[in-house]
């Protein structure tokens, strides 16, 4: 079955620190992989998101994420963490970029001073 | 880049009663969007897809009379929730796509809280 994870629910980082949120995909084909941020009570915004080639993909707000299809990870990564970054995040897969997706169950960065 | 909006943003009705939802691609034409369902501290949810033109395609579980889908244009699509309870209370959001190329991101929605008293 089709289907993401991301294993750690809650995650707090000190401002400034780095940041690494998991991401395990199961997905029958090539998978259309992507990283979504959503505010409280708010939409989604793409942060950034894997086709094909480079398999370390640069995205906005700093944000880059590393395809390992060896290990069907999509983990998202920010080298230093800012107080407006606290958020949720999805990890999500498709068959391709217009089409339904599958989102995992989502991590929620908090971010301590 | 492509802006998706919804309306209303928020909506508090009693139980019983219909509501209808707006999704409209502002500056692109969307010949396929999709309803989401967003429980509290959960992950969104595919309720349906729809194609202009088209009768909507609505996931395993979805009540297809429940929750009424129509995608009469290009940029426009509507969820209406008829006969609303409260367990229909949740966070509904749409997203939009251009089908021009299999590389065309989907845009979503800032999405509408439904509260059903």
């Known amino acids: 079955a089709q289907s993401v994870t991301q294993p750690d629910i809650h995650i707090t980082v000190s401002e400034g620190a780095s940041l690494e949120l998991r991401c395990n995909y199961s997905?029958?084909?090539?998978?259309?992989l992507f990283w979504y941020v959503q505010s409280p009570g708010q939409g989604l915004q793409l942060l950034l998101k894997?086709?094909?080639?480079?398999?370390l993909v640069q995205g906005i707000k700093g944000f880059e994420a590393e395809f390992k299809r060896s290990q069907s990870s999509f983990n998202l990564r920010k080298p230093s963490v800012h107080w407006s970054d606290a958020a949720e995040y999805f990890c999500?897969?498709?068959?391709?970029?217009?089409?339904?997706?599958?989102f995992g169950k989502g991590t929620t960065l908090s971010v301590s001073s | 880049g492509a802006v998706v909006s919804q309306h209303p943003s928020r909506v508090i009705c009693k139980s019983g009663t219909s509501v209808k939802i707006e999704c409209r691609s502002l500056?692109?034409?969307?010949?396929?969007m999709f309803w989401y369902r967003q429980f509290p501290k959960q992950s969104l949810m595919l309720m349906a897809t729809?194609?202009?033109?088209?009768?909507?395609?609505?996931e395993q579980g979805v009540e297809k009379d429940k929750f009424l889908i129509n995608h009469a244009s290009l940029t426009l699509s509507t969820l209406t929730v008829t006969s609303a309870h409260p367990e229909d209370s949740s966070f509904y959001i749409c997203?939009?796509?251009?089908?021009?190329?299999?590389?065309?991101?989907?845009?979503f929605g800032p999405g509408t809280r439904l509260t059903v008293l």
């Open positions: 997203s939009a796509s251009h089908g021009l190329a299999d590389t065309d991101t989907q845009y």
């Open positions: 997905y029958g084909a090539t998978p259309y």
């Open positions: 894997y086709f094909s080639g480079d398999t």
């Open positions: 999500a897969v498709g068959a391709q970029a217009g089409t339904a997706l599958i």
């Open positions: 500056d692109f034409q969307a010949t396929t």
């Open positions: 729809s194609n202009e033109g088209s009768k909507a395609t609505y």
